[in-house]
């Protein structure tokens, strides 16, 4: 019979007793599920003293796209305050953790430095620090895995908000990345205690291990769109379309003036590793970004033949490349008001590219030597084999 494998919130009963007697408050959101698909923020409000929740980008209950902005409530289904922790009200204050002793924060991870959750949780652990509170983290497996780190790390000036320390994608789990920013930032002056998963191997994908899918933001509605936006994500802030607002986000890029033959063929023949392109058209009906929505667009469609080869940072480095080369209405960044050059730069770690500094070659030659440097050095950190 197949192993199980857990994540913390499954792995609690040996652990409970870092719960017990406290006050918390849990940073959540729906994908804090366990492996029967009960969310997490029930699961602790019914067995232990939950005093508030915390909310991320998107929301406690997943209520917001992308980048929405959002006040304080009162959660409907608990009857229990609710803290925005995005945008202006990002920041833990004495006020909010009043009658707090222990903060809880599980939220599932995507293994990209794009994703916003990260930066909650370093904010966390120097709030945490400067308030004299615990910290408690429910880990979670890496969907993506734990081997493969792509891409090069942020340059000093966006590294604490861009990732801290992490290159496009990388292979630490949400504890792991804890223990790393607690270490290298703050000198381990944060009282952090992570409850492990058990069962995960680092050359397993989400696919491997038997779990619900519960959409970590609302734009990744798969493992497949998690993997590819690890490397793809700068498109955000082009004017290719991501394909937000369709079925298959992250999957599809175009736009109204591409030609989706000629950019696969071209695509095709750098035979990129774990990855065919295919021609494909499509009609945003949402896009957070406001690209096309109603327009059809034409494009590429990336069909993923083996994740164990396929390098989400190269292949995201070279679609740009051709879709910079080919697409007569490309520009960075959109020209929508939402869109933005510094972003772009940011996600990438650097504007090296963008500016021309660095050709597509070099900068993919940089992004392998900075994420096997990176690999190297977090040893110390890792929970699992």
């Known amino acids: 019979m197949k192993t199980k494998v857990l994540n913390g919130i499954d792995n609690l009963a040996g652990y409970s007793e870092v719960l017990r007697n406290r006050r918390l408050g849990i940073v959540c959101n729906p994908s804090a599920i366990d492996r029967d698909g009960r969310a997490v923020a029930d699961i602790l409000n019914e067995n232990f003293e939950v005093t508030a929740f915390f909310g991320p980008e998107h929301g406690f209950r997943g209520d917001y796209q992308n980048g929405v902005h959002f006040d304080d409530s009162v959660d409907p289904i608990?009857?229990?305050?609710?803290?925005?922790?995005?945008?202006?009200?990002?920041r833990l204050t004495a006020e909010r953790l009043t009658d707090i002793c222990t903060i809880v924060y599980d939220i599932q991870d995507v293994g990209s430095k794009a994703f916003s959750y990260l930066r909650t949780l370093a904010l966390l652990i120097e709030d945490l620090i400067e308030l004299d509170r615990e910290l408690v983290v429910l880990d979670r497996i890496n969907p993506l895995g734990g081997?493969?780190?792509?891409?090069?790390?942020?340059?000093?000036?966006?590294?604490?908000?861009?990732?801290?320390?992490?290159?496009?994608?990388f292979g630490l789990?949400?504890?792991?990345?804890?223990?790393?920013?607690?270490?290298?930032?703050?000198?381990?002056?944060?009282?952090?205690?992570?409850?492990?998963?058990?069962?995960?191997?680092?050359?397993?994908?989400?696919?491997?291990?038997?779990?619900f899918w519960c959409n970590p933001a609302p734009n990744l509605p798969n493992p497949t769109s998690a993997l590819i936006y690890a490397g793809c994500v700068a498109f955000g802030q082009t004017s290719i379309s991501e394909a937000r607002g369709t079925t298959r986000p992250y999957e599809m890029y175009g736009s109204p003036a591409a030609n989706g033959h000629k950019i696969a063929d071209k695509l095709?023949?750098?035979?990129?590793?774990?990855?065919?392109?295919?021609?494909?058209?499509?009609?945003?009906?949402?896009?957070?970004?406001?690209?096309?929505?109603?327009e059809t667009c034409r494009g590429?469609?990336?069909?993923?033949?083996?994740?164990?080869?396929?390098?989400?940072?190269?292949?995201?480095?070279?679609?740009?490349?051709?879709?910079?080369?080919m697409c007569p209405d490309f520009?960075?960044?959109?020209?929508?008001?939402?869109?933005?050059?510094?972003?772009?730069?940011?996600?990438?770690?650097?504007?090296?590219?963008?500016?021309?500094?660095?050709?597509?070659?070099?900068?993919?030659?940089?992004?392998?030597?900075?994420?096997?440097?990176?690999?190297?050095?977090?040893?110390?950190?890792?929970?699992?084999?």
């Open 78 to 90: 608990t009857g229990k305050p609710v803290y925005a922790l995005y945008g202006k009200t990002a």
């Open 147 to 169: 081997v493969a780190n792509e891409g090069p790390l942020a340059e000093p000036e966006m590294d604490r908000y861009w990732g801290y320390g992490v290159p496009a994608r």
């Open 173 to 211: 789990t949400i504890g792991e990345y804890a223990k790393m920013v607690n270490a290298r930032y703050f000198e381990n002056r944060c009282r952090l205690t992570v409850i492990p998963c058990a069962n995960w191997k680092r050359t397993m994908n989400f696919e491997d291990c038997g779990l």
């Open 268 to 294: 095709n023949a750098l035979n990129l590793p774990g990855v065919i392109f295919r021609p494909c058209a499509f009609t945003a009906q949402y896009n957070a970004f406001q690209k096309y929505v109603g």
């Open 300 to 325: 590429v469609m990336l069909f993923i033949n083996d994740k164990h080869r396929f390098n989400s940072f190269e292949t995201g480095i070279w679609m740009l490349e051709i879709f910079r080369e």
């Open 331 to 385: 520009a960075i960044p959109f020209a929508n008001g939402r869109c933005a050059s510094a972003t772009f730069d940011g996600v990438l770690g650097s504007a090296d590219w963008r500016t021309g500094r660095q050709s597509t070659t070099q900068f993919i030659a940089r992004g392998r030597k900075e994420s096997s440097e990176f690999e190297k050095s977090v040893q110390e950190f890792l929970l699992y084999s």
